[in-house]
């Protein structure tokens, strides 16, 4: 097939965005199981209370797990 075809570009084009949509279907999988094993290890703590309360210490938790997933997506781009 030559490389500079319509048909050929086309075909790259839609592998492309089918690529993008399986990593994004993957990734949502991913953060959403990020999330529920967070929330299974402290199961103890109702985090968004306790951010409502002003505690600092799970507000930063909170905030470098969601900078650790997107770090992680990040390299994985």
């Known amino acids: 097939m030559d490389t500079f075809s319509w048909?050929?570009?086309l075909m790259m084009y839609l592998r492309a965005i089918g690529w993008a949509i399986?990593?994004?279907i993957?990734?949502?999988f991913g953060i959403g199981l990020a999330i529920k094993v967070f929330t299974w290890l402290s199961a103890d703590i109702d985090e968004w209370d306790e951010i409502k309360k002003g505690n600092?210490?799970?507000s930063l938790i909170i905030?470098?797990?969601i900078l650790m997933i997107g770090l992680l997506v990040y390299k994985v781009i």
């Open 7 to 9: 048909s050929y570009v």
């Open 63 to 65: 905030i470098s797990i």
């Open 56 to 58: 600092i210490g799970v």
């Open 22 to 24: 399986v990593a994004a």
């Open 26 to 28: 993957g990734f949502s």
